[in-house]
């Protein structure tokens, strides 16, 4: 049974940091590249950061480039996401996904809540 369970989330205030991971199972870990998105209410879900399978190139949206940082181990078939320097704008449902490049097989974690306010 593939699983994918982000956790990490919370209230935190401006300024602060939080970091999410994302714990796979079920499926070939290593051989998918590796995403977190973003939802805030009223919005649609928007990518934030990604990582291929072996976390040898990573892209950011521009929205949190030098704040956040994505990595991924493999060994124990989870992804992270460090969020630094968090901004109300932030504030959001983080998802998680995993995506196979030669076929586009695709998974999704359930989401965590993240609320940055003071």
């Known amino acids: 049974q593939v699983q994918l ?3 990490g989330g919370g209230l935190v205030q401006p300024g602060g940091s939080l970091r999410l991971s ?15 998105y973003r939802q805030a209410p009223g919005k649609e879900r928007e990518l934030v950061a990604s990582i291929t399978n072996t976390g040898s190139s990573t892209n950011y949206a521009d929205s949190v480039k030098g704040r956040f940082t994505i990595s991924r ?8 996401l460090q969020m630094n320097s968090l901004k109300p704008d ?3 449902v983080y998802y998680c996904k995993a995506a196979r490049s ?5 998974y999704w974690g359930k989401g965590t809540q993240v ?3 003071s």
């Open 115 to 117: 609320t940055v306010s």
């Open 73 to 80: 181990d493999n060994a124990k078939n989870t992804v992270y």
């Open 102 to 106: 030669w076929d586009l097989r695709t």
């Open 90 to 92: 932030d504030t959001a």
């Open 22 to 36: 994302c714990a796979a199972s079920g499926f070939t870990f290593r051989g998918y590249g590796m995403s977190w």
């Open 5 to 7: 369970v982000e956790s």
